[in-house]
Each structure stands twice: as C-alpha cells, then as structure tokens.
C-alpha cells in the first residue's frame, strides 16, 4: 500500500483508554504509517503515563514528545511512528485533531485518520478504509462500521449518521442493529449526511480543498459542518469490513443509549443552535422550536437539569446552568 496513512488520536483524560487503543493499532498499520496522539492538557498524568508505556513497548528511540508549536510546524523531520503531544490546553475535539491534521499535512500523508482515543480496532481497518477512499477520488471522508465495545456484535453506526437539518437532529445508521455482510455500500452512502468522528479518514486533497475543522464548536456538530462545506465538492463514503470498537462518550460522557452527562448535553444544546445559525440559518425557527419541545418532555419528567441546560442555550441566561 502506497499511500502514506497519518492516525490522529485525541486524548483528554483517557490514556488507559489510549493505551488500549494504540495496542490494537500500532501492530497492523501500513508501512510508513505515523500516530500522533494529541493531549489536550490532561490532569490525570497522561503524556507521562503514555511516554513510560512507549518507553516499555516502543523503546526510547519509538517515540517523540512534541510541544503543540513543534508538531505544527512539522516536529523534527525524521520523526519515530509514535508521536506524543503535548498541546498546551483544551483545545476540544477540533482544535486537538486539528494540531495532528497540521503536522500531517506538513510531512505530506496522503490519507488523515481521525479515532476516537476510546476505541479498538481491526487489523483492517485502516487498510479497509484506504482502499475504500482509493477506488473513488471523489470520496474526501470516509467512516468506518463502528460496533459498541460491550455489545460487540450490535452496530453503533454504519459509516455515520442521516440529518435532518429541520430539526438539526442526527440518527445513526444501522444503529442497534446486527452487522450484516450483504448491506450494500450504495444503500448506506446514499443516506449518509456525515461521518461519525470516532472514525474517520480524510483525503490531503480534502483537507486542501475544505480546510481543518471548524473550532469555535469545541465538541460536537463539527462533522455535519464538515460535511456542509464539502457538498458538491467532495463525496462521503462507507467501509463496511472497516471495523471499530467504540467504547463511547468516555471523556465527557455522551451516549445515543442513555441521557448524556449535564457537560456533554450543554455542549449538544449550544453547538446545534451555533450550527443552524451558521449553516441553515433558515431552518433555526423550526431547530429552535423543536428544542422549546424538548425542553418540555424533560420538565415533563422532572429532569431539571436538562431543562435547565436546554433553557440556557435558548435564552442564553447563565445562571440557568446546574451549578455541577
């Protein structure tokens, strides 16, 4: 396999989960593959307790620890696979890929690999993917079949989700479901408004093309935003024999098969009204209406602090948000 393969892993607090992570990918990466794993300022120790398991497994020349300004402009020119970073704050789901897409772009991969940290892989899952993304130039992202870690034979997602833009609501293909080997790629691709970001590869001619992903949403909706951007540009694709493992809302607690933590559903409450008012300003009356109808069902069950969560990004009052 020619194409040069960058995997980009955000860490926040999770480096068991990055650990198990990288042990099911290092091994089965195509030659001249690189890991970059991008730690947004963790408080549990991570870029040391990450650095001491590279040192064990790796050696110490089988690893690099980079500065957030280092691995932009490129880090040292002859970099081991396994690139540590350190990127000197929070910067969320965007901003950290976003430091690993840059120093991709910089060394001239052709293919960019955005994983969730608190996944497992296949050992062909990124040869799965690359080949999928080769067949087709015209594909700019492509997901993978991601099943729930726990339930390891009932699919998460195949590729991404549909959206309806009317009420800016997402729903996951295939989700809940068995895997089944005899879907066709075409039936999954035509519904597809974006790919999930627990997995997902972008072309160099992409990233050229469209740009790094949006930060100003820190989490969440940044891949149909991505996905906006790129409408009659570039097509979205589906590995189906990509598999992935996702454990699931690990850093922040967010989950399709519960009521997500209070920070992950301010984040989803905020960033879909931010998301219609810049993408489909023409549907923010109907998003918010269906938002005011929500807010309702979750008074209606005595949740208070979702209500409370939904109100603040209505109305944009502080005080509104639960003190924890």
């Not at 957030?68 to 350190?86: F, I, K, S, W, Y």
Request: net charge neutral; glycine share 10%; charged share 20%.
């Amino acid at each position: 396999m020619s194409s040069r393969l960058a995997v980009v892993l955000v860490n926040w607090n999770g480096w068991r989960d990055t650990v198990a992570c990288l042990e099911s990918l290092l091994p089965h990466l195509p030659e001249g593959a690189r890991v970059l794993v991008c730690d947004n300022a963790s408080t549990d120790g991570s870029l040391q307790h990450l650095a001491r398991w590279a040192t064990v497994q790796l050696g110490t020349t089988g690893f690099v620890q980079l500065t957030r300004a280092q691995a932009e402009q490129g880090g040292t020119g002859h970099d081991p696979q396994l690139v540590l970073v350190d990127t000197g704050g929070n910067l969320g789901f965007a901003g950290g890929n976003n430091v690993g897409m840059r120093y991709a772009l910089r060394h001239g991969f052709d293919f960019i690999w955005l994983l969730n940290n608190d996944t497992v892989v296949d050992p062909n899952s990124a040869p799965e993917l690359i080949r999928t993304m080769q067949a087709d130039p015209r594909i700019g992202m492509c997901g993978s079949t991601l099943f729930y870690f726990d339930t390891p034979e009932v699919v998460q997602c195949l590729g991404g989700s549909r959206f309806d833009l009317s009420q800016a609501v997402g729903q996951p293909i295939g989700y809940g479901q068995p895997f089944d080997r005899q879907m066709p790629a075409s039936l999954v691709t035509s519904q597809l408004a974006h790919v999930s970001g627990a997995s997902m590869m972008v072309s160099r001619a992409f990233l050229e093309a469209i740009g790094l992903m949006d930060e100003s949403y820190f989490l969440y909706f940044e891949e149909i935003d991505w996905a906006i951007r790129a409408q009659g540009r570039f097509t979205l694709g589906w590995a189906p024999l990509s598999f992935v493992w996702h454990k699931e809302g690990g850093s922040i607690g967010s989950s399709h098969r519960q009521r997500p933590s209070n920070k992950s559903l301010s984040y989803m409450c905020v960033n879909r009204l931010r998301f219609t008012r810049k993408r489909v300003p023409h549907c923010y009356s109907s998003v918010r209406q269906r938002m005011w109808w929500e807010t309702a069902a979750y008074l209606k069950r005595r949740d208070w602090d979702a209500a409370r969560i939904y109100l603040h990004a209505l109305t944009g009052w502080r005080f509104l948000l639960p003190s924890a």
